[in-house]
């Protein structure tokens, strides 16, 4: 992949597209086996691998320069700001649209957010791709409701220009902080949500709902879980930290109930909503509450658990509940492998049958890892 933006030495983002793309798979397979260092695994199953640009469903833009003139991108290297809206990691049409929000956004006044000053409205643009319905989600992220007229008052000529973008919110986050987004979104089209499908399987993607940026890998992802839960038979399923569902609508079958947790309530209703469209809604539960409160259910634990949390891992006192359960089978994706090394420590009783990696996160050192765990026999 080539990008001019890399070149120039001012964007830094990916920084392994100096190595030709095979290698950086090697080097990231070499990185997993060796995290894993003595601990046994069964079968190593070789990387999977994707597109190497234009691959990104979501484009995270922080707004920069003035309202005059404003920029949509980072800071780049030199401290000046640095317009990313043609960045090879995004599909065409998503740097389509990305280059005509500067100019609207110039024409209707919204002042960018000065960090330094603490002054400005227009902290970010988020732009969601859906593949399968070739659809957008178009996010602008504000200080406070002061510019809300002015972003209002773009969405006609935005959905005369670009039809394809089906979903515009206003998102309030007023703290100081380098945090996203805030709690209230305001929406500015009638539909609220986007379609995207995975082997089959729809899901929506709502403004704060966690999804997978890199769509193609992600339902390999999905269908190789499945495969790993269904030669199982488990028919009792956990799908802990289960956001939008991918993982644990994929598992589902006739005999199968599931249960979805999910801190997230807009995550939670995206799943319920294609638990629905599949027609599963008789044995399938998702529930809005953070995953170590399973301790009051403790005593009623699942054939198998499927787990996807955040960087941070799945925590010492989750992994020590499940260490002593009597779980056959955990099927654990994780983002960050050290965290995943860790939690393993953690779950004693269990012995790695399985492990692949795949590359969501092309030129950079990030991967995701697929672990499928079995209940040791001597446990």
Not at 87 to 107: D, K, N
Not at 132 to 157: C, G, H, T, W, Y
Not at 267 to 292: H, M, P, W
Not at 305 to 329: F, Y
Request: with cysteine; hydrophobic share 40%; glycine share 6%.
């Amino acid at each position: 992949m080539h990008c001019v933006h890399y070149s120039s030495g001012h964007c830094r983002s990916c920084d392994l597209l100096d190595i030709p793309y095979p290698e950086q798979v090697k080097n990231k397979q070499r990185h997993l086996q060796s995290l894993f260092g003595d601990r046994p695994v069964d079968q190593w199953l070789p990387f999977a691998c994707g597109e190497a640009q234009g691959f990104r469903n979501k484009a995270k833009m922080v707004a920069l320069g003035v309202a005059q003139a404003p920029v949509l991108g980072i800071l780049g290297s030199d401290g000046e700001p640095l317009s990313l809206v043609d960045c090879p990691l995004y599909t065409g049409r998503m740097q389509e649209i990305l280059s005509a929000l500067p100019p609207l956004i110039q024409r209707a006044g919204i002042p960018p957010y000065n960090v330094q000053k603490q002054k400005g409205e227009l902290k970010f643009v988020l732009l969601t791709h859906s593949l399968a319905q070739n659809s957008f989600m178009l996010r602008f992220v504000l200080r406070s409701d002061k510019a809300l007229e002015r972003v209002q008052r773009m969405v006609p000529e935005l959905r005369e220009r670009f039809p394809d973008i089906q979903v515009i919110s206003v998102n309030i986050q007023p703290v100081h902080m380098a945090v996203l987004e805030g709690d209230q979104e305001i929406y500015l089209t009638d539909k609220q949500h986007i379609v995207e499908v995975f082997n089959g399987i729809p899901l929506a993607i709502r403004p704060k709902s966690f999804f997978q940026t890199n769509p193609k890998l992600a339902a390999r992802l999905y269908q190789t879980a499945a495969n790993w839960v269904a030669s199982t038979s488990a028919q009792r399923i956990w799908d802990l930290f289960c956001g939008v569902g991918g993982f644990g609508l994929h598992c589902l079958g006739k005999n199968v109930e599931l249960m979805g947790i999910e801190i997230e309530p807009e995550a939670i209703r995206c799943a319920q909503a294609s638990a629905k469209q599949l027609g599963y809604e008789g044995n399938v539960l998702f529930s809005a509450f953070d995953a170590t409160a399973l301790q009051a259910t403790s005593g009623q634990f699942p054939d198998l658990i499927i787990m996807n949390p955040p960087r941070r891992g799945v925590g010492q006192e989750l992994c020590a509940l499940i260490n002593d359960s009597r779980v056959e089978n955990l099927i654990y994706s994780s983002c960050n492998a050290q965290t995943l090394i860790r939690d393993l420590e953690s779950l004693s009783h269990y012995k790695a049958f399985r492990v692949q990696g795949f590359d969501l996160f092309p030129h950079t050192q990030h991967y995701e890892v697929l672990v499928h765990l079995q209940r040791d026999a001597a446990a």
